[in-house]
């Protein structure tokens, strides 16, 4: 066992992407209301030619199942990424709770001018939201909401196929 544990390398901009995809389901969770299934009570009247399959089918018990098994799983879902969230440092909460999980239409730009106190530089910014995106990468990844291997840099995505292949 080697006491030394390393921290992946990731290539920030695949990073930033699989990061933001995560935030946007989340937004896409909380504003979009659920529709609830619903089952047809009148029969079909159309003629089967086929013969049994021997599948008992409840629409019933499906729409039951969809209608509380859904919802469960998106909060489920929210709840782990505020739970994740929540572990970053102050200032990094501050600016993807800001910049993120409230709504779509807040730019960078209103967050480092307006809602940081003090304010900051856009390149404090970049750095703070840099680090952020990585911790939150590693958390994702544990909570297997994205896949740490795509987010390696290319050189060595390349030379992992590379070596998988011939060992072949």
Do not use: W
């Amino acid at each position: 066992m080697n006491p030394m544990i390393s921290l992946p390398e990731l290539d920030r901009r695949q990073t930033r992407t699989a990061v933001e995809a995560v935030f946007e389901k989340y937004r896409i969770y909380k504003t979009i209301t659920f529709e609830i299934r619903e089952t047809s009570l009148t029969a079909s009247y159309e003629a089967r030619m086929h013969g049994p399959t021997n599948v008992t089918s409840d629409p019933t018990a499906g729409a039951a199942i969809y209608n509380v098994d859904t919802p469960a799983a998106r909060r489920a879902y929210c709840e782990r990424v505020e739970a994740i969230v929540a572990r970053l440092s102050e200032r990094e909460q501050l600016l993807i709770r800001e910049r993120y999980l409230k709504q779509d239409d807040v730019f960078d730009y209103k967050v480092y001018s307006h809602l940081f106190d003090p304010p900051i530089s856009k390149d404090t910014y970049v750095k703070i939201r840099s680090k952020a995106f990585y911790k939150l990468a590693l958390a994702f990844a544990d909570s297997s909401m994205i896949r740490l291997d795509e987010l390696a840099p290319a050189k060595k995505r390349a030379r992992r196929a590379d070596m998988s292949c011939s060992s072949l």
